[in-house]
């Protein structure tokens, strides 16, 4: 597994980049050795907290699965350590729903489905846009707010279990698919009181 270790404001030492790398051989040989790369980020000041350190990791755990841990400490070592443990618990949750469904994205007798592929925006506020001096004037509406970056991103073939395993193991607000079951598109999204939400489009 490639391992990329930086800092923000922060000194990424030999003996924390050594101690990155063996932590997280040691999660994912136990709960995935299929991992591909993982970034993992230090930074300072959490929160307005001086001296407190944060860290967040990006693991790409196989073919359009990833996953997402934070944690903070009072220095990088502690941080990280909360952080792996929060990756270490949605590996171990992937492994015990993967080992109930007979045909999860785990079991290599039965290959994933190639995931379509559909862009992603990110769209500009309006109020900065407005600042920048780049949204409507004089009462004129435009059809969409100003595009500021864009990216392709994979709508795999899940059933509706999967992807909310997904949406839980990525740390991701929403999370659009196809039903594998009725084939149109859905969307599951994390609710404001916790509880995970469905949108079923009708078939046909």
């Given at each position: 597994m490639h391992v990329t270790v930086a800092g923000k404001q922060v000194e990424t030492g030999e003996a924390l980049q050594t101690h990155v790398r063996e932590g997280l051989a040691t999660i994912t040989q136990k709960y995935f050795?299929?991992?591909?790369?993982?970034?993992?980020?230090?930074?300072?000041?959490?929160?307005?907290?001086a001296g407190a350190f944060a860290c967040d990791i990006n693991l790409k755990a196989g073919r359009n699965l990833f996953m997402r841990g934070e944690g903070e400490g009072a220095d990088a070592h502690?941080?990280?350590?909360?952080?792996?443990?929060?990756?270490?618990?949605?590996?171990?949750?992937?492994?015990?729903?993967?080992?109930?469904?007979?045909?999860?994205?785990a079991d290599t007798r039965a290959p994933e489905p190639e995931a379509e592929t559909a862009t992603q925006y990110v769209l500009q506020p309006e109020d900065e846009a407005e600042a920048a001096g780049t949204a409507p004037v004089d009462g004129a509406r435009i059809d969409h707010s100003v595009i500021v970056a864009e990216q392709p991103t994979a709508i795999a073939r899940l059933s509706v279990s999967e992807a909310v395993m997904r949406l839980d193991l990525t740390h991701?607000?929403?999370?659009?698919?196809?039903?594998?079951?009725?084939?149109?598109?859905?969307?599951?999204?994390?609710?404001?009181?916790?509880?995970v939400g469905w949108i079923d489009a009708p078939a046909g």
């Amino acid at each position: 597994m490639h391992v990329t270790v930086a800092g923000k404001q922060v000194e990424t030492g030999e003996a924390l980049q050594t101690h990155v790398r063996e932590g997280l051989a040691t999660i994912t040989q136990k709960y995935f050795d299929h991992a591909l790369e993982a970034n993992v980020t230090f930074r300072r000041d959490v929160k307005g907290k001086a001296g407190a350190f944060a860290c967040d990791i990006n693991l790409k755990a196989g073919r359009n699965l990833f996953m997402r841990g934070e944690g903070e400490g009072a220095d990088a070592h502690r941080a990280f350590e909360v952080a792996a443990e929060h990756v270490a618990k949605r590996l171990r949750r992937y492994r015990r729903r993967v080992n109930e469904h007979a045909r999860s994205l785990a079991d290599t007798r039965a290959p994933e489905p190639e995931a379509e592929t559909a862009t992603q925006y990110v769209l500009q506020p309006e109020d900065e846009a407005e600042a920048a001096g780049t949204a409507p004037v004089d009462g004129a509406r435009i059809d969409h707010s100003v595009i500021v970056a864009e990216q392709p991103t994979a709508i795999a073939r899940l059933s509706v279990s999967e992807a909310v395993m997904r949406l839980d193991l990525t740390h991701q607000p929403v999370l659009m698919f196809r039903n594998s079951g009725s084939g149109v598109l859905n969307v599951v999204y994390r609710r404001a009181d916790g509880c995970v939400g469905w949108i079923d489009a009708p078939a046909g």
